[in-house]
């Protein structure tokens, strides 16, 4: 059983940077597409960032500019650099990898268990 673990939310304040970290445990033979979801209260949720198996990376229009995913050298890792947060990214982020295992003949997606990050002053 495939389980990703996420770290970095924080409370910071308007203008700070966070970096979000997401890793996968042992049984992966390939990661295809991976990327970050965010859940606010009352908004719905957004695809906010996603990254390739040919890393190619994919930014949502709201954060464009500020925010960067990127895959890391370590088997089965994904980032999310966020540069110059305000309110709006207040949220619970999620990170999600499409993975084949050797257990399994197709693709199965796998979720993080989210980590907030609040930005206030």
């Known amino acids: 059983q495939v389980q990703l673990v996420e770290s970095g939310g924080a409370l910071v304040q308007p203008g700070e940077s966070l970096t979000l970290s997401c890793a996968a445990s042992?049984?992966?033979?390939?990661?295809?597409?991976m990327g970050w979801y965010r859940q606010a209260p009352g908004k719905q949720r957004e695809l906010v960032a996603h990254?390739?198996?040919?890393?190619?990376?994919t930014i949502a229009d709201s954060v464009k500019g500020r925010f960067t995913v990127s895959r890391g050298n370590e088997r089965a890792t994904v980032y999310l650099q966020m540069n110059n947060l305000n309110s709006e990214d207040t949220a619970v982020y999620y990170c999600y990898m499409e993975i084949r295992t050797a257990q399994a003949l197709v693709l199965e997606t796998y979720w993080g268990q989210g980590t907030q990050v609040t930005v206030s002053a």
């Open positions: 042992e049984g992966v033979l390939y990661v295809y597409d």
């Open positions: 990254i390739t198996a040919d890393y190619i990376p």
